[in-house]
């Protein structure tokens, strides 16, 4: 009788190793959708105005992307695009959706408002870390992605300097990308835009590192 249990015993194992070696039934990386980190779209325009529209996604393989907007015109294709704005003033939406060669989807949407009259001043609007917990809080050995939305329209036309008291950056336009490594601490992340004209504007944010996230 014992002899049977153990033969039992080493035939369910056996099996086991088996699935969890192939997998245990999961789909494996390449199967999974794309992910969109982020679009970026300014917050306001004018009228009748070539607008700069960025997707910021990956996957493994190939992406195509499919532009939509609930007014206006959609020019080109990829990752960057332009939106031309409607006559009409008011809130329009704007829409990419990312396929890989497998045929799996993500999908984001952002507004715009068309306005008569656009602010002078330059000034950053938001800073934000986009993959961290918490919008303000961050791990050891770890990258983040950093993004710096400004009033202004063509923000192709802008120069970022970025910097942080605690860890890596490294960015030459609106987004940068943060590398914590082993330091524990409130990490000051700031960046100063400028503008052809010499205006500038400068955007801070704080977040702490601990463990774990």
């Known amino acids: 009788m014992r002899v049977y249990k153990l033969y039992i015993t080493l035939c369910v194992t056996a099996v086991l190793l088996v699935l969890n070696t192939s997998g245990g039934g999961c789909a494996p990386d390449g199967d999974k959708a794309p992910v969109i980190r982020s679009i970026e779209v300014p917050k306001e325009v004018m009228p009748l105005f070539n607008t700069p529209l960025y997707c910021n ?3 493994a393989g190939i ?3 499919a532009w939509s907007a609930t007014g206006g015109v959609i020019q080109g294709s990829g990752t960057d695009v332009i939106w031309i704005s409607p006559k009409e003033l008011g809130e329009y939406t704007i829409t990419v959706v990312v396929k890989d060669e497998k045929g799996n989807t993500a999908q984001e949407s952002a507004r715009i408002t068309v306005v008569g009259t656009l602010a002078e001043e330059l ?3 938001s800073m934000e870390c ?3 917990p918490n919008k303000i809080e961050a791990s050891k050995w770890k990258n983040y992605l950093i993004r710096c939305t400004v009033n202004v329209v063509d923000w192709t036309k802008l120069t ?3 910097t942080a008291t605690i860890g890596k950056i ?3 336009g609106r987004e940068a990308n943060w ?3 082993g330091q524990y601490g409130n990490s000051l992340i700031k960046v100063i835009v400028s503008d052809p004209n010499g205006k500038k504007a400068e955007g801070f944010l ?3 590192i601990s463990c774990c996230h």
Do not use: E, I, S
């Open 170 to 172: 490294d960015g030459q």
């Open 160 to 162: 970022y300097a970025w």
């Open 179 to 181: 590398q914590t490594f």
């Open 57 to 59: 996604a990956f996957a």
């Open 206 to 208: 704080a977040v702490n």
């Open 63 to 65: 992406l195509t992307y």
């Open 123 to 125: 000034a950053v609007v």
């Open 130 to 132: 986009l993959d961290c």
